[in-house]
């Protein structure tokens, strides 16, 4: 059973950095594509980035690209998201999620196992 815990999360302003970890267990961490999505107030939750175990290959939530970045260490079995020029509206619980599917997919449903979430909340 493939288990994952999240943490980093906290209060910050717009405009800083944020880093979250995910620490995944009972699985060859080699073989599971790892994924981040968030679950703002009220609102469904919807992927944020993936990436793949077969080729590292990350893909992005467009409202993310380019301030947001994914990377995996396979060696200690985490995954991270670095978040940069935080926004308001990023503010969210932010899950890690994991599947033995080769390349990261953007919709829930692709997704087997998943972490507790952890809160983000950006102030303006």
């Known amino acids: 059973q493939v288990q994952l815990v999240e943490s980093g999360g906290g209060l910050v302003k717009a405009g800083d950095s944020l880093s979250l970890s995910c620490l995944a267990s009972g699985h060859t961490f080699t073989r599971l594509t790892m994924a981040w999505f968030r679950r703002a107030p009220g609102t469904e939750r919807v992927f944020v980035g993936g990436?793949?175990?077969?080729?590292?290959?990350?893909d992005y939530a467009f409202s993310v690209k380019d301030r947001f970045t994914i990377s995996r260490d396979n060696t200690n079995g985490a995954m991270y998201l670095h978040m940069d020029s935080l926004k308001p509206e990023d503010t969210a619980v932010y899950y890690c999620?994991?599947?033995?599917?080769?390349?990261?997919?953007?919709?829930?449903?692709?997704?087997?196992?998943w972490g507790q979430g952890t809160q983000v909340s950006v102030s303006s």
């Open positions: 990436i793949g175990w077969n080729d590292g290959r990350k």
């Open positions: 999620a994991a599947d033995t599917h080769p390349r990261a997919g953007r919709s829930q449903a692709e997704y087997a196992y």
